[in-house]
């Protein structure tokens, strides 16, 4: 599908605010070159004649100075006979008559070459001397026309710039506005597009990586394989339906069955996985709970290596949620430290116990911090009973802390925490380092444990819906060949065909078009 539009144009970089020296002007349409060679003249510099005859750089190493254009060769030519006419002018020539002097020449740019120029405004007021590369359709981002113009990373340049892209005839971009013409023109899938999305917004390194091999086509090389094992399956059920009076191996059925069966464990075990991984998002939730005086505060500042919360003999010295990032492995871990569960009639303390609760409900790895210098009393038993409540999908670590102590906990104590948490450590948090250490060793592990090596990760809601849709299309369609109804066992396979496609192919819906590529970041 070719899509043809009007000529768009926005600022590709992020804000000078946060550092980096450039920023990048990125024009995408027919009059994506016409709209640079209004804005851009050599940038001839008389002060600087010895260097202002290369102004046409390669951007390809692979390709040699002698597949310049012949334009560009009379550009420097032009170039070299001003430096000529400048050397015999008058020393105190204004740099105003100088750069006006560029406006008699103009600019073609031969394609994937950087160009250095000088880039004026609509009055012919000076602005920067930049970098301008061209990717000529169908060989760019959106299979359109590009320009890229690389200026000094100033806000206010970079705004100039795109005024003077606006005045000549170019509409300012909205968000995703790139990428979308990306897909409609057929240079990305949906599935692609999404990745291209999500590795800009996620600061995971694992999820990072699973993008980057969607970008390159895994998702799309999956669906194609699940084309190919639902299409075989309607195949063998048309000619089953064709020969229905002739006798069929059982073990013909039976494979089928076996090879349907299979894909539906596979797509359960990445619908599983990918819904787990979503309820991650950029950032593991670890809340750190116990009853008061256990030394969660304590375990937050051993792990941290810094002195982050008030420690205290006193029961009940955290009174709200603290929380600070840690970064392992690639992952971000957002620690929170909570206030200790226990009844209270201290209205700041009820408080802050239940934001405890609530940290608890909204997070994904909980330590749960036991005192082991004394058994454990009721309200221990009242954290063990919030953590059978919350197992279900949450990974638990019994802390026992106090290690340098005398042990208390008795062997049915511990069994009774065993029995709720899926592992356990002794550790004592006054030892900062070692417990550092042992800490950081330990939740590397869960996260390693909990990413899926070289499986598909689908990171959009769209995907989900519509693996989860043919998860339950293929159950429909087992059980009609089950009972040997082949008609209703093919019109299921073929919806699930429909479903697993919506993962890569273009929804007809603009709308739903606009919806999606609007959440991309501006100038992408």
Sequence with gaps: ???????????????????????????????????????????????????????????????????????????????????TDSAKSTTNTSNANSAKSTKEFSLDFAPRYATLCNIYDKDEILLDEAIIIYYKAPHSYTCEDIIEVQCHASDIIAQKVLDSCLHYGARLARGGEFTKRAFLNGRIDLSQANAISQMIATKDAFLQTALIAQLKGSLGDFVREVREVLLLAIASAEMMIDYSEEDIASDFIEGIKINLKSLQTRLSKIYDFSTTRAKIGNAWKLAIIGKPNVGKSSLLNAILLEERAITSNIAGTTRDSIEEEILIDGSIIRLIDTAGIRSSNDAIESKGIERSLQAIREANIILAVFDSSNALNSEDKEVIEILSANKSDKKILAILNKSDCKNALSSANVERIKSICKDMLKISALKVEQTARIMHDKLKEIINQSNLKGEIILSAPYQLESIKSSIAHLDLALGRLKEGELELFAYHIKDTLESIGQITSPYTNEEMLDKMFSEFCLGK
Excluded: C
């Design 1 to 83: 599908m070719q899509y043809k539009k009007d000529t768009i144009v926005a600022i590709a970089t992020a804000s000078s605010g946060i550092g980096g020296g450039i920023a990048i002007i990125r024009i995408s349409g027919d009059n994506a070159l016409y709209i640079a060679q209004k804005i851009a003249k050599p940038a001839i510099n008389s002060a600087n004649s010895a260097k202002s005859t290369n102004f046409t750089h390669s951007a390809n190493t692979t390709k040699s100075t002698k597949n310049t254009s012949n334009l560009s060769k009379s550009i420097i030519t032009a170039s070299n006979e001003n430096n």
